[in-house]
């Protein structure tokens, strides 16, 4: 197999990360991220995009805080066995659905006038906040190892304070909902998640 072209990524390939592999298609490509699926849209596998140098943080670093914060929604995370030469980190499927999707935002947007998608939607705002509230607070630790203490860009902390995990990009496209847009079922993408020491549910 060829190197990986960031610039030109193929339509189709494969990767292999320890014993998992995955027959892939691009599904959408970003100065920040290139991300492929397989063909039953179970697994969906990011690499680096076309500027190779990580806003915020490496894709093993996504991959510890995704572990950490979504427990279960990584598959596999490394090098790819097969060739490509570039790391690749696997999640599965998000469970929910995104805002536009879901069942109760749609009828909002039937209905006569707008006012009721707009409810939804600032619903949808408010849950997402504290889905990312509560991730912190179920995350937050007085003790993280070498690892962890560098990882997400935020040098000169003292060890031995406490931090959670802050998910820093929190868009409507990262969150997926029950079909009434009652609950949170899955933040995605943490590629820009830090250690922070405070955080306030309306950050």
Same mark, same amino acid.
């Given at each position: 197999?060829?190197?990986?072209?960031?610039?030109?990524?193929?339509?189709?390939?494969?990767?292999?990360? #320890?014993?998992?592999?995955?027959?892939?298609?691009?599904?959408?490509?970003?100065?920040?991220?290139?991300?492929?699926?397989?063909?039953?849209?179970?697994?969906?596998?990011?690499? #680096?995009?076309?500027?190779?140098?990580?806003?915020?943080?490496?894709?093993?670093?996504?991959?510890?805080?995704?572990?950490?914060?979504?427990?279960?929604?990584?598959?596999?995370? #490394?090098?790819?066995?097969?060739?490509?030469?570039?790391? !690749?980190?696997?999640?599965?499927?998000?469970?929910?659905?995104?805002?536009?999707?879901?069942?109760?935002?749609?009828?909002?947007?039937?209905?006569?006038?707008?006012?009721?998608?707009?409810?939804?939607?600032?619903?949808?705002?408010?849950?997402?906040?504290?889905?990312?509230?509560?991730?912190?607070?179920?995350?937050?630790?007085?003790?993280?190892?070498?690892?962890?203490?560098?990882?997400?860009?935020?040098?000169?902390?003292?060890?031995?304070?406490?931090?959670?995990?802050?998910?820093?990009?929190?868009?409507? !496209?990262?969150?997926?909902?029950?079909?009434?847009?009652?609950?949170?079922?899955?933040?995605?993408? !943490?590629?820009?998640?830090? !250690?922070?020491?405070?955080?306030?549910?309306?950050?």
């Amino acid at each position: 197999m060829p190197p990986f072209s960031r610039t030109n990524p193929p339509r189709t390939l494969k990767i292999k990360l #320890g014993k998992d592999e995955f027959t892939l298609t691009l599904f959408a490509t970003s100065r920040q991220a290139i991300v492929y699926v397989d063909d039953e849209r179970k697994h969906f596998a990011k690499t #680096g995009g076309r500027n190779a140098v990580p806003v915020t943080s490496t894709l093993a670093d996504e991959a510890m805080f995704t572990r950490k914060a979504v427990p279960g929604l990584v598959k596999a995370y #490394g090098i790819d066995e097969l060739g490509s030469g570039v790391d !690749w980190l696997v999640t599965l499927a998000a469970k929910g659905w995104s805002l536009q999707d879901a069942a109760a935002f749609k009828r909002a947007k039937e209905a006569p006038g707008n006012v009721g998608k707009y409810v939804v939607a600032e619903r949808a705002a408010r849950l997402t906040v504290a889905k990312a509230y509560e991730i912190f607070q179920a995350t937050f630790t007085a003790e993280l190892d070498d690892s962890e203490d560098d990882a997400g860009g935020l040098g000169g902390r003292e060890r031995g304070k406490g931090r959670g995990i802050s998910h820093g990009d929190l868009t409507p !496209w990262n969150a997926f909902f029950d079909d009434e847009v009652t609950r949170v079922e899955t933040l995605i993408d !943490w590629g820009k998640a830090q !250690w922070m020491p405070t955080l306030t549910p309306y950050e």
